[in-house]
């Protein structure tokens, strides 16, 4: 009877150890997959970050373009003015040759 006793416990303990080592294997395997996990997440967060820098790269990049829009219409009006004014002048200088021609005489 002692010897099956022996032989009950030694089969326990061998069960029990295959269950730990089951057990730490699951926990192996599971801890790889909350590292993955959190690796997963902290590209996530990466890549978050840089979609805001970018966000905010672009948004000062338009504002720049939207400025020099601007000034690029500003000279457009400005350079038409001049050309309006030369325009202008030219026309009164013609308008008014004949009459220095005929003053002259």
Do not use: N, Y
């Not at 089969?11 to 080592?21: F, G, M, P, Q, T």
């Amino acid at each position: 009877q002692q010897q099956q006793l022996i032989a009950t416990r030694s089969a326990k303990d061998a069960r029990i150890a295959a269950l730990e080592a089951e057990v730490a294997e699951g926990c192996e395997v599971r801890k790889k997959q909350l590292s993955e996990i959190a690796q997963r997440s902290a590209d996530r967060r990466s890549a978050a970050a840089a979609r805001v820098e970018l966000d905010k790269e672009l948004s000062a990049m338009e504002e720049e373009l939207r400025s020099s829009t601007a000034e690029l219409q500003v000279l457009r009006l400005a350079v038409q003015q001049h050309l309006e004014a030369e325009a202008g002048r030219e026309k009164e200088a013609i308008r008014r040759a004949p009459m220095k021609w005929k003053d002259a005489r």
